[in-house]
């Protein structure tokens, strides 16, 4: 059984779910008495990190769901704010397995996901960590949208790994239409260390517009020694950032 099999639902042999089905679990009910509080901002900071040690404690799926809300909203002072996630943290890792699908539902909808990743990289080994960062990055596309935050967390996030599958879920965002965007992607390629990628790198570079994102790629490819295609090198002289030059075995150097 992998990992995306472990929380598909079923109510019997039929698929159907139960006829008790709808009625609130009991850890369904301990979360929901403390939920709304630890969600509140307006609350009373005690009662607040009461509902949220409260729900810290019970370790389940439930009380994960409820302890995820408290990422959604900071607050002042900015010590109370961090302790508070702080203990939501703790309190859902305390969960283990069963918190991975309200993460997962949770990371559907979020604006940030930095709490998120930092949970999954804390429950999972790092393939299943991968294989979760690349199935919630794969809803994003290329084009304009107004909050990008989670994309670029995950990008950021795969770019501190090395994935046989990682450079075929980032490479199209070496043509997104955010600069950030693109140059965490370049990051996330460049890790890999796999010099399969020099071809769209080399692309990238032919029609990056930055000069951030350009001396990133060139930077790059210098750094792991690869050598240009013949039939390439003129084509990138002419793009490349200022100080940098094409040797006779096309390499990538740097003027002195």
Not at 1 to 11: A, N, P, S, V, Y
Not at 98 to 114: C, D, G, Q
Not at 148 to 161: F, G, H, N, P, R
Not at 163 to 183: P, Q
Request: aromatic fraction near 8%; glycine fraction near 8%; charged fraction near 30%.
């Amino acid at each position: 059984m992998g990992l995306f099999d472990i929380f598909k639902g079923g109510g019997g042999k039929s698929g159907k779910p139960s006829r008790d089905s709808a009625k609130p679990t009991a850890a369904a009910t301990a979360a929901a008495k403390w939920a709304e509080k630890a969600a509140d901002r307006r609350a009373q900071n005690y009662d607040r990190q009461e509902a949220l040690a409260a729900l810290a404690e019970m370790g389940t799926a439930e009380a994960v769901a409820a302890l995820l809300k408290r990422f959604t909203f900071t607050m002042d002072p900015s010590i109370t704010d961090q302790e508070e996630k702080d203990g939501a943290y703790n309190g859902i890792l305390k969960a283990g397995q069963a918190a991975i699908a309200p993460v997962r539902a949770f990371a559907t909808k979020a604006e940030s996901l930095a709490w998120p990743i930092k949970i999954l990289k804390d429950l999972l080994e790092q393939d299943a960590y991968v294989e979760e960062l690349i199935l919630w990055l794969s809803r994003w596309d290329t084009e304009y949208a107004k909050f990008i935050d989670a994309k670029l967390q995950m990008l950021s996030a795969l770019s501190e790994c090395k994935h046989d599958k990682i450079a075929a879920a980032v490479t199209r965002f070496l043509e997104d239409v955010n600069g950030e965007a693109r140059f965490h992607a370049v990051n996330a390629v460049l890790a890999q260390e796999d010099e399969t990628a020099l071809g769209p790198l080399l692309v990238a570079l032919e029609n990056e517009e930055s000069f951030r994102v350009k001396n990133k790629i060139a930077d790059g490819i210098l750094a792991r020694g690869w050598s240009l295609p013949e039939d390439r090198r003129d084509g990138v002289r002419k793009v490349l950032p200022p100080g940098f030059t094409i040797d006779g075995e096309g390499k990538l150097r740097k003027r002195a």
